[in-house]
């Protein structure tokens, strides 16, 4: 029987996040479903307009499609009130355009925070680099066994874990004035105005700090005889 070894691989990449896609939920209510929508509409249209006013690209705002939800008395079927909710998703990419989207919360009352998910803009490349570093990772340790143990090895398999994407809050800096924050990194569940302590020395210039992306690799070598 050929013998085999199996080396595994490990690779940590590191990426400064490109963008952010803040998610806002636009809320109206009112005994007529038709003016329940119309009040939803006209919500939107001046959130826009007030993202605009900030430089905000019309191209990265998009609404999704409403859903209404009738409320109902404690007697009877005829819905008391209709509540219209829709879903605006704003694409940002710096600090200037992640406050100015932030900021409509405190502009609306019918506009609430509902997440910010962090990006690249290639997240494919990012994985596909990743995997190929974890290669690089396994190689480095079969030349070092062939060296240590006078072996010659060829790879006849390969495996791989899914490619894992976290993110990293610790290297997110802390810009002077107020910044809205709260929840957690890449899944906000709740957005709060804070007071941000002055950066300090060596402080990440990077808003919304870093993506980690993880990888383990197996790699199976077959022996094929000594090394020269």
């Known amino acids: 029987m050929p013998k085999t070894v199996s080396i595994a691989g490990e690779a940590e990449l590191r990426v400064p996040v490109e963008q952010a896609v803040v998610t806002l939920k636009v809320t109206t209510e009112n005994k007529s479903l038709h003016e329940a929508l119309r009040l939803n509409q006209e ?36 819905a008391k009130s209709y509540k219209v909710e829709n879903l605006v998703r704003i694409t940002v990419e710096d600090e200037h355009e992640f406050q100015a989207a932030a900021s409509t919360v405190d502009q609306f009352t019918e506009v609430q925070f509902v997440a910010a998910d962090f990006e690249v803009k290639d997240k494919e490349a990012m994985k596909a680099k990743a995997v190929a570093q974890a290669c690089d990772n396994a190689n480095k340790r079969r030349d070092l066994m062939e060296e240590k143990f006078g072996l010659s090895l060829k790879a006849t398999g390969f495996s791989s874990a899914p490619v894992l994407q976290t993110g990293d809050s610790e290297k997110r800096p ?42 383990i690799v197996t790699v199976e070598y077959r022996v094929v005889g000594k090394k020269e």
């Open 43 to 78: 919500v939107r249209s001046k959130l826009i307009a007030y993202l605009k006013s900030h430089d905000m690209p019309a191209e990265r705002v998009h609404a999704s499609k409403f859903s209404s939800t009738p409320r109902f008395g404690l007697f009877g079927e005829k």
């Open 174 to 215: 802390y810009p002077s004035g107020s910044y809205y924050g709260g929840g957690s990194f890449g899944g906000y569940s709740s957005i709060q105005k804070v007071e941000a302590p002055p950066p300090g020395p060596g402080d990440d210039v990077w808003l919304f700090g870093e993506l980690v992306y993880t990888v």
